[in-house]
């Protein structure tokens, strides 16, 4: 927590709003925008993310004219504007001038404009070009009063296999390793005949013949993050030097895919921001938004951030075509903002009336302003407006105090891409996302840290798998430990170092020591296959939890070196046709498969298995309990979160009731959505929302109303 982003957003109100593309509407469309902002209550409008083809219809040749009068009407209706730089889309010209500046795929195949993000990060042309056209945006408008802040390029994470990025992958290369014979030892290349004898020969890891190897892999990936890092700052670095003062941030994304290693990122930007489109909107997608939203604040230094998109009532991200309700679009944002966000903005002001997105959905949906989902966002602007004290932030300490904590690093998710691991089914973003969703149906705070973090505030710390640790990392975690942390580790990880080198010796490698167990044979499970544990000692059972833990995906032939044995593989899952050989569990039945090794004040738990959902759950509440790890209120129904958001002398205690029925919150504190006291006890209504101004921590309940009452779905 040495590094708290979230520098110049207005700490007097909440943002709400989107992305809004004016290029696409003539300038009669325009003014009624405004007119429906202002009617929505909308505040902030990002402008010109893809808008470099109008802004520089030819090469060094300006055209600010429109975007002038866009910023003007913005400001003249009271709106503030976050000016994107167009760098995520180069126009047509831009690939006829410097067609060397498109990018190439891993299979060699170069692309054209056509769509978006066709460049090659590393091409100098590309470079110069986006450095000249941010330094003329912020000429132009960095002193102008509507701009809030500035929002550089768009979700990078474009990756290119070409010539300039092998030239500047091997300039990466020379820094990390200096010489040939270290890469060579770090890439382990004397397997396959792959030993390099000159920096000529090192190519980004384009298609080869069979499985390319893992460390070149996992470094590319690493170069690629620094690289578009490095793209970043020189766009910043340009912004800065006309003097503009207002904050600059780029747009995280989530959850699909992920490109940067946002850890290294975060001290660059000075108000980190995110664009989130959920999953799933079914319950989970409740605990969805959460995830992003802590992750965020988390690589924010515990600060505050922004979220820059969300989808509106209709998605197509990832080919889901999700929708969501207006109650949920207003649980959503208040997720987002009770994490830390300063507001609560969405893509798309507007739904497109063609292209690619034409379905992607809108603040003003095809529809037009006469419609539900409308009436939706006037009442999302009301309730934003009156939460703008939430936007203060407190004079020390994170935004969300949580005791409990889940170690996430980029790294983590590439080195499980990487080809050929003992199972097609690892998923590292998936058994984060796992951890996380069970410590918010349990109803914890929880925070993410970077793997060499200092522990030291936490209780409990989830390593829900990552395959490389360094020795940095394994000495952090066995300090908490030894100062009364617990620590719970998932399977397959810290096999390995940083070059994805396996530490020989036994599994887990790294923090075999600290968990006190040795693992000699792995045994991945096939998806339709799964393994019931048992309790302390016994394999019939007889003393476990009343439901059987389950296993997925994987088991181990464990053996405890000092850990107590908590919980053995019961063998053979029923299900399987024993006739067909080995079974589930065959291997490793009677063996251990869950471990608590004490160390210090500490103690160290590993589970050899991943277990399925209700397992995990129990699992994790047990540590816990163990850990002292306290929830933000005891005792919330389920589908009802509480979030505290930590504020300027203030606290506020969002009640927000996912669930169909409605919820009874008592405590000392005021909502300001109603302006009712909660002393007496309020009633939350199913699917509904409060935010209690306090300054208490303790004395809170949320119950089911006794009056009852089954929301109509929807
Ligand atoms: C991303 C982009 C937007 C838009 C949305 C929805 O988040 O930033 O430009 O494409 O997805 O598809």
Redesign the pocket.
């Known amino acids: 927590m040495t590094h708290a982003p979230g520098r110049g957003l207005p700490a007097g109100r909440l943002l709400f709003g989107g992305?809004y593309n004016p290029e696409q509407w003539g300038e009669d469309v325009w003014k009624e925008d405004v007119v429906l902002m202002r009617q929505a209550g909308v505040n902030a409008a990002t402008v010109g993310?893809?808008s470099w083809a109008l802004l520089e219809p030819e090469e060094g040749v300006y055209d600010f004219g429109w975007l002038d009068r866009v910023v003007q009407t913005l400001h003249d209706g009271g709106v503030g504007v976050v000016l994107a730089t167009p760098t995520?889309s180069p126009p047509p010209w831009f690939t006829r001038r410097h067609p060397d500046a498109m990018p190439v795929g891993p299979d060699g195949v170069r692309l054209v404009h056509g769509s978006?993000d066709t460049y090659a990060v590393s091409a100098p042309a590309y470079r110069s070009a986006s450095r000249a056209i941010a330094q003329r945006l912020a000429e132009r408008y960095g002193d102008h009063p509507a701009l809030l802040a500035w929002h550089v390029h768009?979700?990078y994470g474009s990756l290119d296999f070409g010539e300039h990025a092998a030239a500047a992958f091997r300039r990466w290369l020379q820094r990390r390793y200096s010489t040939l014979e270290e890469l060579n030892r770090a890439w382990y290349t004397a397997f396959w005949s792959q030993h390099y004898t000159s920096w000529e020969d090192v190519l980004p890891p384009r298609r080869t013949q069979y499985l390319a190897n893992p460390a070149h892999a996992l470094d590319f990936r690493r170069f690629s993050s620094d690289e578009m890092l490095d793209a970043y700052r020189e766009q910043r670095d340009a912004i800065r030097a006309t003097g503009s003062s207002a904050p600059v941030t780029t747009?995280f994304?989530l959850p699909s895919w992920n490109h940067l290693e946002q850890w290294s990122w975060a001290p660059e930007l000075d108000v980190l921001s995110l664009?989130h489109?959920l999953d799933t909107v079914g319950p989970d997608g409740e605990a969805h938004a959460a995830y992003g939203a802590d992750l965020v604040r988390s690589w924010s230094g515990g600060g505050p951030w922004l979220l820059?998109?969300q989808?509106t009532i209709s998605?197509?991200?990832a080919g889901r075509r999700a929708h969501k309700e207006p109650d949920r679009v207003l649980r959503n944002s208040l997720s987002y903002v009770a994490r830390g966000s300063q507001g609560s903005l969405f893509?798309?002001w507007r739904a497109p009336a063609a292209g690619s997105?034409a379905w992607?959905g809108g603040i003003v949906p095809h529809a037009g302003a006469g419609s539900r989902s409308f009436r939706g966002f006037e009442r999302l602007g009301r309730v934003l407006e009156s939460l703008a004290e939430v936007a203060a932030a407190p004079q020390d300490g994170p935004l969300v105090e949580a005791d409990v904590a889940i170690v996430w690093h980029a790294e983590g998710w590439w080195a499980t891409e990487t080809p050929q691991l003992p199972s097609d089914d690892l998923d590292y973003s998936a058994a984060v996302r796992g951890a996380h969703r069970v410590l918010w149906q349990e109803g914890f705070a929880v925070d993410f840290v970077a793997p060499e973090a200092d522990l030291s505030r936490y209780r409990l710390v989830l390593v829900p798998s990552l395959f490389p640790v360094t020795d940095a990392a394994v000495a952090g975690m066995r300090r908490f430990v030894e100062g009364g942390g617990h620590l719970a580790v998932w399977p397959f990880t810290g096999y390995a170092d940083e070059h994805l080198h396996v530490v020989p010796g036994g599994y887990p490698g790294r923090l075999r020591d600290l968990l006190g167990v040795r693992v000699e044979e792995l045994h991945p499970l096939d998806p339709a296959e799964r393994v019931e544990l048992t309790g302390p000692g016994e394999p019939d059972g007889s003393t476990g939890p009343e439901r059987p833990l389950t296993g997925l995906t994987w088991s181990e032939h464990l053996s405890s070196e000092g850990a107590e044995v908590l919980a053995r593989y019961a063998g053979l899952d029923e299900g399987v046709d024993e006739g067909a050989g080995e079974g589930a569990g065959e291997g490793v039945a009677g063996g251990p498969a869950i471990t608590r090794h004490a160390v210090g004040r500490g103690a160290a738990h590993y589970v050899s298995t991943f277990l399925d959902g209700p397992s995990l759950r129990t699992w994790v509440a047990g540590l816990c309990e163990q850990a002292g790890a306290r929830r933000v209120v005891e005792g919330c129904p389920p589908l009802v979160e509480a979030v505290r958001r930590r504020g300027a002398g203030v606290d506020h205690l969002f009640v927000l009731n996912h669930s169909r029925a409605a919820v009874r919150v008592q405590g000392p504190g005021v909502d300001l959505l109603t302006g009712a006291a909660a002393a007496d006890g309020l009633v939350v209504p199913a699917r509904g929302c409060a935010v209690l101004r306090t300054t208490e921590r303790d004395g809170f309940t949320v119950t089911a109303d006794p009056a009852g009452g089954e929301a109509t779905p929807g």
């Open positions: 992305d993310v893809f995520a978006r768009n979700e747009n994304m664009d489109y820059m998109e989808s998605s197509t991200v893509f798309q997105e992607h």
